[in-house]
């Protein structure tokens, strides 16, 4: 019998558009710690595409190696054993069940991507997404189920490495992202079904609490035993419990925020006329990166908002915009009362040169490592004591969540969590100069130019 949390599971996940009646979901991603039924879950998945789908349906399950594939198998296949109208309908072989009266198959697949050009899925099961070497096999399955009306493609999984052996975000952890970016409506991907389940307050949350087991654990209670909790938090490293019991992604390093003390600062409600004057501050890149500009409020709790942002997302041949970037400098200094737009000039001189030749309020500011330590701890403060407000860009509030913090003897500052990473922090950074530039302006007073017409 299911529960009430899967049923409603289920339902999210068999979901049916208005306008035609076919399913709306063709990949996903379902997140939960170990211990909460996963295994069986695919399982009744993998069996209704089986029994449910198309005549001549092909149903797999797929993991990083065939052992951890034969899981979901074989406990679909126990299903049918210990069922009389299954056994009926449904004929077990050692690694295939099949539906002689519909011609439907099932069977287990392994990481070997290579082997399985040519399928033709209707239903696929990826097991612990997190365990998967590269994108490779999820690619050829979900390119393979494109023929079919109403195919599944869907990673039931638990929390693990953020990166992979190249350095680059891991299959999971991408997918994650994707899945965060389609809830908050960043992205329009009405087609990938995202369901995680993780504490309130993610890596900040204290793992030996019961009140976070309950958080991110659906089946806390019913299918996993509060005791076995407190018996293995008793003997299991940290990082390990976390990832694995409470479904968080961890790091060997340290964020730059506490999780959460960012999005305590949104105000969606503020919004800024031209009587307030503003600062905007400019981070330009070429290709591999992002550009971004953030303006903030000169008060004494400034207000940051995102007035554009140009990302490149992992595409070869992309190159920023300049002139759209140039004309969008522009326009922000019409709708607002700019006061400056202040920037590094790395690669951008002649942009800057341009700018500035039409009047507007162009300031050179290179982040150098002397600027870049203070404000961020400047930035940091603001943000932990609520000394600012923001317009709760998710963007920006990616950017943020992508910082981490290198300390040595020259400082503490924010950094990318490796050099190779596409994790981009652009926007975080305008933020944290926005903010140091509003903040100087206001420990200076109004000034002659803060009433200058930039149009």
Same mark, same amino acid.
């Given at each position: 019998?299911?529960?009430?949390?899967?049923?409603?599971?289920?339902?999210?996940?068999?979901?049916?558009? %208005?306008?035609?009646?076919?399913?709306?979901?063709?990949?996903?991603?379902?997140?939960?710690?170990?211990?909460?039924?996963?295994?069986?879950?695919?399982?009744?998945?993998?069996?209704?595409?089986?029994?449910?789908?198309?005549?001549?349906? =092909?149903?797999?399950?797929?993991?990083?190696?065939? =052992?951890?594939?034969?899981?979901?198998?074989?406990?679909?296949?126990?299903?049918?054993?210990?069922?009389?109208?299954?056994?009926?309908?449904?004929?077990?072989?050692?690694?295939?069940?099949?539906? @002689?009266?519909?011609?439907?198959?099932?069977?287990?697949?392994?990481?070997?991507?290579?082997?399985?050009?040519?399928?033709?899925?209707?239903?696929?099961?990826?097991?612990?997404?997190?365990?998967?070497?590269?994108?490779?096999?999820?690619?050829?399955?979900?390119?393979?189920?494109?023929?079919?009306? =109403?195919?599944?493609?869907?990673?039931?999984?638990?929390?693990?490495?953020?990166?992979?052996?190249?350095?680059?975000?891991?299959?999971?952890?991408?997918?994650?992202?994707?899945?965060?970016?389609?809830?908050?409506?960043?992205? %329009?991907?009405?087609?990938?079904?995202?369901?995680?389940?993780?504490?309130?307050?993610?890596?900040?949350?204290?793992?030996?609490?019961?009140?976070?087991?309950?958080?991110?654990?659906?089946?806390?209670?019913?299918?996993?035993?509060?005791?076995?909790?407190?018996?293995?938090?008793?003997?299991?490293?940290?990082?390990?419990?976390?990832?694995?019991?409470?479904?968080?992604?961890?790091?060997?390093?340290?964020?730059?925020?506490?999780?959460?003390?960012?999005?305590?600062?949104?105000?969606?409600?503020?919004?800024?006329?031209?009587?307030?004057?503003?600062?905007?501050?400019?981070?330009?890149?070429?290709?591999?990166?992002?550009?971004?500009?953030?303006?903030?409020?000169?008060?004494?709790?400034?207000?940051?908002?995102?007035?554009?942002?140009?990302?490149?997302?992992?595409?070869?041949?992309?190159?920023?915009?300049?002139?759209?970037?140039?004309?969008?400098?522009?326009?922000?200094?019409?709708?607002?009362?700019?006061?400056?737009?202040?920037?590094?000039?790395?690669?951008?001189?002649?942009?800057?040169?341009?700018?500035?030749?039409?009047?507007? @309020?162009?300031?050179?500011?290179?982040?150098?490592?002397?600027?870049?330590?203070?404000?961020?701890?400047?930035?940091?403060?603001?943000?932990?004591?609520?000394?600012?407000?923001?317009?709760?860009?998710?963007?920006?509030?990616?950017?943020?969540?992508?910082?981490?913090?290198?300390?040595?003897?020259?400082?503490?500052? @924010?950094?990318?969590?490796?050099?190779?990473?596409?994790?981009?922090?652009?926007?975080?950074?305008?933020?944290?100069?926005?903010?140091?530039?509003?903040?100087?302006?206001?420990?200076?007073? @109004?000034?002659?130019?803060?009433?200058?017409?930039?149009?």
């Amino acid at each position: 019998m299911l529960l009430d949390w899967q049923k409603q599971l289920l339902d999210a996940l068999y979901a049916r558009r %208005a306008r035609d009646g076919k399913r709306r979901f063709r990949t996903g991603l379902i997140g939960m710690p170990r211990k909460n039924g996963k295994s069986a879950l695919g399982a009744g998945i993998a069996l209704h595409g089986l029994l449910m789908g198309p005549a001549g349906a =092909e149903v797999y399950s797929c993991a990083g190696d065939r =052992e951890q594939a034969r899981i979901v198998f074989g406990m679909a296949k126990r299903m049918v054993e210990l069922d009389e109208t299954l056994s009926d309908n449904v004929t077990c072989y050692r690694d295939v069940l099949e539906v @002689p009266s519909t011609g439907s198959i099932y069977r287990v697949l392994s990481s070997e991507a290579f082997t399985k050009e040519g399928l033709s899925p209707t239903t696929v099961i990826f097991d612990e997404v997190h365990v998967q070497p590269n994108a490779e096999l999820w690619d050829v399955m979900t390119l393979g189920s494109g023929a079919r009306e =109403e195919p599944l493609v869907l990673g039931i999984t638990t929390a693990g490495s953020r990166t992979d052996s190249l350095g680059a975000d891991s299959l999971c952890y991408s997918m994650y992202q994707h899945g965060r970016r389609v809830v908050q409506k960043e992205i %329009a991907d009405p087609t990938f079904f995202f369901c995680w389940w993780e504490p309130q307050l993610g890596i900040e949350s204290d793992h030996r609490d019961p009140k976070v087991w309950a958080e991110a654990n659906p089946g806390l209670g019913t299918i996993v035993d509060l005791a076995d909790f407190k018996s293995t938090v008793m003997r299991t490293s940290e990082s390990e419990f976390r990832t694995k019991r409470t479904n968080v992604w961890t790091t060997g390093q340290e964020s730059a925020l506490p999780y959460g003390a960012w999005d305590a600062c949104v105000d969606t409600e503020r919004t800024v006329g031209k009587e307030t004057p503003v600062v905007v501050f400019f981070d330009g890149s070429w290709a591999g990166d992002s550009t971004g500009l953030v303006a903030a409020t000169i008060e004494e709790q400034p207000h940051l908002f995102v007035v554009g942002c140009w990302e490149n997302m992992d595409d070869a041949e992309w190159r920023v915009p300049i002139l759209e970037v140039e004309d969008r400098i522009r326009q922000v200094c019409k709708d607002w009362q700019v006061v400056e737009v202040a920037c590094d000039p790395y690669r951008w001189q002649r942009s800057m040169q341009v700018l500035e030749a039409e009047r507007l @309020p162009i300031v050179e500011f290179p982040m150098t490592l002397p600027r870049v330590v203070p404000g961020y701890q400047k930035w940091s403060e603001a943000v932990l004591e609520k000394r600012l407000t923001h317009d709760g860009n998710p963007v920006l509030a990616r950017h943020v969540e992508n910082m981490v913090l290198k300390k040595d003897a020259r400082g503490i500052r @924010p950094v990318k969590e490796s050099k190779s990473s596409r994790r981009h922090i652009d926007l975080a950074i305008c933020a944290i100069f926005a903010h140091d530039r509003a903040v100087s302006r206001v420990q200076q007073g @109004p000034t002659r130019e803060w009433f200058g017409a930039w149009a």
